[in-house]
């Protein structure tokens, strides 16, 4: 489990059935995606902590210990680190976020993630990030700067009290000026994707399928170029992933999506960094074409209603044709 702070480091307490067992001994059984002899050159090498000393191959664990492990340093693919701050006071930041920045570190990613820039350019430690946005959306972000204004925000989200709206643009001619996406998502189970999730347009009791879920999305047509479509998208629910998969399973993908738009193939060659020129062209944009637009709420501690908005990219309008601001807000 990662913990707070600009050091990359994962933490582990010991247990009464590992007391007594010498540190390599133990790491090197318990994490196996790496051989023995190099984990004795990261304890060599004073990556490892035991009850904030530095630990030796040699040294003795007990029941109750605290290893902590100081992970190197990884060389971070780039990303989009403008960042715009929308609105600062002593409990709340939002920023509109732009994509290819993911807010979280995970996998390769740690400094090069909003979690990260924002400790480091706006001194705020640990900062919680209310609702999170995949790596490749753009759009608003709350983040609350202390544990109480945290627990209001949450609260209002489980509540269903807060406002989002997102502006989408779809492959396809969408036919619908208004629909109301009420189902499940589940595994998709035609996926070699373990992760990809698909909607079913039923009650989420009547499934059969391990770890359904109750999902709600309205959707209303903005307009339509060619063979796109620019949709706004309510999610009344907030599950993850829940506007690809519905689009997708909808057969109306997200322009640009390599997970949930025309092909999955996309998504598994670009894991081997093995996309084409052709397949960049059947993707349309570098980036998934969702917008986190608009987000109101009421602020955590004063009450105040709050309304913060964002913009369309002007990737996304080039794909329209559209030039400027000709629909910042729609």
Request: net charge neutral.
């Given at each position: 489990m990662a913990e707070v702070g600009l050091v990359r480091k994962t933490a582990?307490?010991?247990?009464?059935?590992?007391?007594?067992?010498?540190?390599?001994?133990?790491?090197?059984?318990?994490?196996?995606?790496?051989?023995?002899?190099?984990?004795?050159?990261?304890?060599?090498?004073?990556?490892f902590l035991l009850g904030g000393e530095r630990a030796a191959?040699?040294?003795?664990?007990?029941?109750?210990?605290?290893?902590?492990?100081?992970?190197?340093?990884?060389?971070?693919?780039?990303?989009?680190?403008?960042?715009?701050?929308?609105?600062?006071?002593?409990?709340?930041?939002?920023?509109?976020?732009?994509?290819?920045?993911?807010?979280?570190?995970?996998?390769?990613?740690?400094?090069?993630?909003?979690?990260?820039?924002?400790?480091?350019?706006?001194?705020?430690?640990?900062?919680?990030?209310?609702?999170?946005?995949?790596r490749e959306t753009s759009g608003i972000v709350l983040v609350a700067k202390n544990k109480q204004a945290a627990r209001l925000c949450y609260q209002q989200f489980a509540g269903r009290q807060v406002h989002k709206r997102y502006l989408v643009?779809?492959?396809?001619?969408?036919p619908f000026a208004d629909l109301q996406a009420d189902g499940c998502l589940a595994p998709d189970p035609a996926s070699a994707i373990r992760k990809k999730l698909r909607f079913y347009p039923q009650d989420a009791a009547e499934m059969t399928f391990s770890r359904a879920v109750q999902c709600s999305t309205g959707l209303r047509l903005l307009c339509r170029r060619g063979e796109i479509s620019l949709l706004e998208a309510i999610?009344?629910?907030?599950?993850?992933?829940?506007?690809?998969?519905?689009l997708c399973s909808l057969g109306f993908p997200v322009v640009g999506d390599k997970l949930y738009g025309v092909d999955e193939e996309l998504f598994l060659r670009?894991?081997?960094?093995?996309?084409?020129?052709?397949?960049?062209?059947?993707?349309r944009?570098?980036?998934q074409a969702l917008h986190a637009a608009t987000l109101c709420l009421r602020h955590p501690l004063s009450g105040r209603e709050l309304e913060f908005r964002s913009p369309l990219p002007a990737a996304m309008q080039s794909l329209l044709g559209l030039g400027g601001d000709t629909v910042p807000f729609i």
């Amino acid at each position: 489990m990662a913990e707070v702070g600009l050091v990359r480091k994962t933490a582990v307490v010991i247990k009464p059935e590992y007391a007594g067992c010498l540190v390599l001994d133990f790491v090197a059984a318990r994490f196996t995606y790496r051989s023995r002899e190099e984990w004795r050159q990261e304890l060599d090498a004073g990556r490892f902590l035991l009850g904030g000393e530095r630990a030796a191959s040699h040294s003795l664990l007990a029941a109750g210990d605290r290893l902590v492990y100081l992970m190197p340093e990884l060389q971070e693919p780039p990303v989009d680190q403008d960042f715009v701050v929308l609105y600062e006071d002593d409990d709340l930041l939002a920023v509109d976020k732009p994509a290819r920045l993911p807010c979280h570190p995970g996998g390769i990613f740690f400094r090069h993630t909003l979690w990260t820039l924002l400790q480091e350019r706006h001194g705020i430690v640990g900062p919680s990030l209310i609702n999170r946005l995949d790596r490749e959306t753009s759009g608003i972000v709350l983040v609350a700067k202390n544990k109480q204004a945290a627990r209001l925000c949450y609260q209002q989200f489980a509540g269903r009290q807060v406002h989002k709206r997102y502006l989408v643009l779809v492959e396809g001619e969408f036919p619908f000026a208004d629909l109301q996406a009420d189902g499940c998502l589940a595994p998709d189970p035609a996926s070699a994707i373990r992760k990809k999730l698909r909607f079913y347009p039923q009650d989420a009791a009547e499934m059969t399928f391990s770890r359904a879920v109750q999902c709600s999305t309205g959707l209303r047509l903005l307009c339509r170029r060619g063979e796109i479509s620019l949709l706004e998208a309510i999610p009344v629910t907030g599950r993850n992933h829940q506007i690809r998969a519905t689009l997708c399973s909808l057969g109306f993908p997200v322009v640009g999506d390599k997970l949930y738009g025309v092909d999955e193939e996309l998504f598994l060659r670009f894991r081997q960094g093995g996309l084409t020129a052709a397949d960049h062209q059947r993707l349309r944009l570098e980036r998934q074409a969702l917008h986190a637009a608009t987000l109101c709420l009421r602020h955590p501690l004063s009450g105040r209603e709050l309304e913060f908005r964002s913009p369309l990219p002007a990737a996304m309008q080039s794909l329209l044709g559209l030039g400027g601001d000709t629909v910042p807000f729609i």
